[in-house]
């Protein structure tokens, strides 16, 4: 996990402020998972990227969540008009290849999270 | 429909005692298996994964994990724990051609001297 980049480590935001996380994958990985970790909770999917492409966003919330994974650049995920209920850490993880795990085992690398604190 | 059951959320031991964390998962094709460890603040590290062979797996750190398929179990063991693996664990579950990683709801390990 060493090189899935994630910033801001820390976010605080106001309610009804927006909240942008980056994660810069692992360089050559062209696929982006985010995952939400709510207190006292397991990490939960959100969303997972390929490049210019959301190939499955079954556990984004319907409304004010979006995620993008631009050609260049890294991954965003946003959060408009923030609450308190989104205060959660948010993971992200890359891979190479398509589906988080190939029939090696291989599997996804996490980087190491973004704290986001709604006030 | 696919989920993963830690049923222990806190778990305390002494230093130097063993350590066994539950995890039972049910999953509609078959199951790769993993554990991750995750210190306060930090992110995830992978303990160690099972998804063929020999169904005890070695990991890092002196885990191991052993395989049941017969009770759907993946139960982490360490033999002698120290006070630096105390720490949030991790059970999860995917598989070939799926877009995710299903988590558990973790176990806090907490040690005493």
Redesign the interface.
Known sequence: ?AGVMQNPRHLVRRRGQEARLRCSPVKGHSHV?W?RQLP??????MV?LQKENI??E??MPKERFSAEFPKEGPSILRIQQVVRGDSAAY?CASSPRI???????N??Y????S?LTVV | AQS?T?PDIHITVSEGASLELRCNYSYGATP?L?W?VQSP??????LL????GDTLVQGIKGFEAEFKRSQSSFNLRKPSVHWSDAAEY?C?V?????????????TRLTVIP
């Open positions: 996990n998972y995952y006292e909770e397991g990490l939960k999917f997972y190939i499955d079954s556990g993971f589906g988080a795990v190939d029939p090696s085992g599997t996804i996490f980087g190491e999270g704290w | 993963v830690q790769y993993f991750y603040g930090q992110g995830l590290q992978l994964k099972y998804f063929s991790f999860a995917g598989a070939i051609g799926a877009n995710n990683l299903f988590f558990g709801t973790g």
